[in-house]
């Protein structure tokens, strides 16, 4: 769409950037003396920035015909809202008034001293240029005027702001009254005497309403009393022909046929995200549109009927001040029409107009919502992603709230509705304004939303938190994000070690360990891994370490003061909470529970693995949505599905990994080598050694055996076993499972990479007879007890039938009876069987 500038041109001062506000500040008595803005002083220049409201036309002909003596109301009061057009209207009829040849007196209340002068002496004085007959303080009859008149037809007297000339009167003795008894007596008999001559019209003005203290308000009701038995009232200006009163003052041609084009654009978009407002017709809307483009109407509206009640405001003339501050500045705007969201409130001239109706209070409102780098509506631009950015939709809702949020009356606030057609971009769906106004919820200090959203200089919801987040120090967010974490590791995967402080807070044990750390510094992860206390650590392989993403902390711990913070509002009985906020605070705490136990997750996500040379890390990622898990359980499944901790050993990759070079090994070292070497194969426990083992025993990739007289001898093959990965317990390669066994030496550990023993005699055995029947009698030295186990159960393997009994001889000692029926007797009962 055409940028408004190309459709409707300002006048010249406002395009060249030379427009004051005195241009807006119509005064009756500055024309009269010639010291009025060009504006208002040369007519020409006034009737082109003037549209004539049908008020104005008919109160122009009235006065021309009765000036003509064509007959008319010879008394009329102009009755409307502070800036609702009645100076404008009688500087319009001064113009006419010297066109048509007229006398004319003007009177303004404001200008004239009660102290130095009188209405009547000022009369007298512009129609004679002297003061003479009606001179003195005392009210002149009516026979006085009436001569006065006479001689000066045909006359038009403008009186306004006459109530203000009256409440300075009513302070100035005269004799037995007041000068303000002596006006109201002149005002009655002024409007008795102006009744008759043809070619005389009094003209007076009146606000429609007050702010003054009750005394004044009493004299306001005297006047009218004094001018109501032959007075007429005429608004000027009537609230429908607002929208072309404003157009004409600030702008000098509109294109209406490019106009309607941006606009008719505009109602089929509105129409499709129905937010054309409730109750209005589409085309009424779209008349209302024609006339205030390149104004939006609810611009106009907001200023007029909200804005407008502010007497300060002066309505009509408030509005020109205002909006001509707004269309400035946007001279060269790509905008295709001006919407509240355009008044930029950083603008310290818009800025400032605002304030002095509602207060300097709001300065520091806007600045922490709206306007400051680092506002809430900022933070809202940035958080809807790049794609999004340039409209700034968090500003532009919150401009639009806050142009809302003022009125003198209850009508405050902005609908949904409201906020989407001034805030909204044609080429984005309206969604994103409620997404932009959720965020604004959550980020600004002083917006409110009963039902419609508005602003106020109490702080809300979010303002108290931040009050109470400053007060959380750091020793609560430790304490606060430690509990998280206990109640999120339930150690049912790992021993689970909690930040601890010294290398001999986490024990040098075989079971598998998961150390939380405080940051992600890898230096204290390595000082745990190589150190228990002052000696070196044993089982390294069995550590884990989790560890937080450190960039990630700033935002977590901001996460977890707001938790701590809705718990201290929630707990805080002193607050004057009202029930809306009361729940607020409710869903807040839930949503703040919740939000910090997926943003720990998020944080602690950082896994590192001792290895050959390091660590390798291992990222958890960011946690499924709705994902119900602790991180303990997580972190085990996920390095599980890695195949870094293993609950199930494949044989083939043992066989590959420690019997590829080497003919036999010891099943202990092969135990302690998967504990204590960062890289080996990490197994939850020494089960799955066992179990691998005997499943690699059954298929006949390799056989467990032992030494026996310095010779490996292979116990299990192709058969079932119970491997007790105990010292010289061996693991043999296959073939040697089958073949003469070679000779036997124990090494101390065979994985530490040192020399093998080579082979020094080999035992031809003929292979192909078999025992059927064993008898065996052992004598067992002490100690090796054990190696009779192992034969025993090797027995097992190959008969069915087994029968041991144990025959024990003891010499050369002594034991008490009584040791011997508690100790030998009974320990021994039922071992026959």
Known sequence: MK???????????????????????????????????EDYRDSSIFFRKTYLTEGLKNLMDIAERRLKGEGGDPIIQLQTPFGGGKTHSLIALYHKAKEWNANVVVIDGNALDAKETTIWEEI??????????????????????????????????????????????????????????????????????????????????????????????????????????????????????????????????????????????????????????????????????????????????????????????????????????????????????????????NNDKIKGELLRYIGPEYNSVIAADITSSDAGAKRVDRSLGDAYTPFRFGTRVATTIFMHSFSGGPERGATINEIKRSSADISVPSSIIVEALSKLKENLFFIRSDGKFLFTNQPNLNRILLNKMEGIGDEKLKAEEKRLLMDNLKKDYFEVFLWPGNTKDVPDTKELKLIVQKSQKEEKCKELLENYGERPRVYRNTLIFLCPLDSDRINFESLLKRKLACQLVDADKNLSLNPEQKREVKDKL??????????????????????????????LGIVTYGAETTIDREVYERLGSEGQILEKLAPLSLREKYLRDRDYVE???????????????????????????????RQGLFGPGDGEDGKTICRH??????????????????????????????EEDVLTGKEEVKDKVEVKKEYGKKYHTIHLKLGVPTGKLSDIVKTVNYIKSKFNKVDVKVEITAVNGEMSVPDYEDKIEVEGEGLDE
């Open 124 to 345: 007298e004085s512009q129609l004679t240029g002297k003061v003479d007959k009606l001179k003195g303080r005392i009210s002149p009859g009516s026979e006085k005027l009436r001569s006065l008149f006479a001689s000066h037809q045909p006359l038009l007297i403008l009186m306004d702001e006459v109530l203000e000339y009256t409440i300075a009167a009513s302070g100035i003795k005269v004799e037995d009254s007041t000068l303000a008894s002596q006006v109201l007596t002149f005002l009655r008999r002024l409007t008795d005497t102006v009744r008759t001559p043809d070619s005389t019209i009094l003209i007076l003005t009146y606000p429609s309403r007050s702010h003054y203290e009750e005394h004044d308000q009493k004299l306001l009701s005297q006047l009218l009393e004094r001018s109501g038995r032959v007075e007429k009232v005429y608004t000027p200006v009537h609230d429908e022909e607002i929208y072309s009163v404003i157009r004409s003052r600030l702008f000098s041609t509109v294109n209406e046929e490019e106009a309607r084009e941006v606009i008719e654009e505009f109602m089929d978009y509105a129409e499709r995200e129905k937010m054309l407002p409730e109750g209005v017709e589409k085309s009424s809307y779209r008349e209302r549109y024609v006339k205030s483009y390149p104004f939006q109407p609810d611009v106009i509206d907001a200023l007029y009927m909200k804005w407008g009640t502010y007497p300060e405001f002066e309505r009509t003339r408030g509005v020109f001040r205002l909006l001509s501050l707004v269309v400035s500045p946007m001279r060269e705007s790509k905008s295709p029409f001006i919407t509240l969201a355009d008044f930029e409130l």
């Open 590 to 619: 839930k949503k703040a529970e919740n939000e910090a136990k997926e943003h720990l997750r998020d944080l602690y996500r950082v896994v590192l693995l001792p290895s050959k040379d390091n660590f390798t890390e291992v990222d």
């Open 3 to 37: 940028p408004f500038s190309t459709i409707a041109i300002p006048h010249r001062d406002i395009l060249e950037g030379r427009l004051t506000m005195d241009v807006f500040a119509a005064n009756l008595w500055e024309v009269y003396k010639s010291r009025a803005a």
């Open 667 to 697: 099943t202990k070292n092969i135990l302690e080598s998967l504990f204590k070497t960062p890289g080996e194969f990490r197994i939850v426990s020494g089960d799955v050694l066992r179990n691998c083992i005997r499943e690699g025993a």
């Open 717 to 746: 093959f192709k058969v079932e076993c119970s491997p007790e990965l105990i010292e010289d317990e061996i693991l043999l390669k296959a073939d040697l499972c089958q073949i003469p066994q070679k000779e036997f030496k124990h």
